[in-house]
């Protein structure tokens, strides 16, 4: 009975359909690594140690376009920092220690950090970081292979539309934060929107995401005054550890 009661709980339930849908974006992944002169072999490398997908799309992407290695990886590297940011918050929420801690680190990307912080109480964001971890991981592994194998079959994976699914469900989390937010959440996310669009026909795939995160800078003008007693700013954090 209580097994149940997990698998219907609201944590469990939203992970499982993130981690099944945006999992089924690495068919995208395996299809690009393997178009871009990467063998089945090292795509799968690529998913199960990486683990980062628009990381993994950004080397590809260097690759196909004729760039060295090193020139993608070192893209790889600057679009995966985000990540750090997210590991920071995550620690605290999630509390874990010791080799439970290292593990966990494998598994902060976009989605599992998005499912996570939004949960009330440090059980639930534990059980949604998980859930979302294992299940997106798996099948973004298992449809690697499967878009590997698969690419000299499908002449045209692209017009699948997998390669928008991470950033649509991206933007669906991100949704209630946006409704709820006041002014300065508006202006925040308008400001990254337009830098980031701006910004992509001219800098190199990644780049520009970094970008807009520079946006964020703008949550700490005020945050003194909007952080005092009264203002009602403590009401929005979300996760309690």
């Known amino acids: 009975m209580k097994t149940f009661s997990l698998l219907r709980s609201p944590a469990v339930r939203d992970s499982l359909g993130i981690g099944v849908a945006v999992g089924a974006a690495g068919l995208a992944f395996g299809t690009a690594a393997v178009a871009a002169g990467l063998s089945p072999a090292q795509a799968l490398f690529l998913s199960l140690f990486m683990f980062t997908g628009a990381s993994q799309f950004a080397l590809v992407g260097v690759i196909a376009g004729g760039g060295s290695l090193v020139a993608g990886a070192l893209g790889a590297l600057l679009l995966g920092a985000r990540n750090t940011l997210y590991g920071l918050r995550l620690a605290d929420v999630l509390g874990y220690r010791g080799a439970r801690r290292a593990l966990a680190a494998h598994g902060v990307i976009d989605e599992t950090a998005a499912v996570t912080l939004v949960q009330p109480d440090r059980e639930s964001a534990r059980t949604a970081f998980m859930t979302t971890y294992v299940v997106l991981g798996g099948f ?102």
Do not use: C, H, K, Y
Request: net charge negative.
């Open 140 to 241: 973004w592994v298992a449809t690697t292979l499967v878009g590997a194998l698969a690419t000299d079959r499908v002449s045209d994976i692209d017009a699948f539309g997998l390669d928008a699914v991470g950033p649509a469900i991206f933007l669906g989390l991100l949704w209630p934060r946006l409704r709820e937010g006041g002014p300065r959440t508006w202006l925040i996310a308008g400001l990254g929107a337009g830098l980031a669009l701006a910004a992509t026909p001219f800098l190199a795939p990644g780049v520009p995401v970094l970008l807009a995160a520079s946006a964020a800078l703008l949550s700490f003008v005020g945050a003194n005054e909007a952080n005092s007693p009264g203002s009602g700013a403590d009401q929005t954090e979300e996760v309690r550890s």
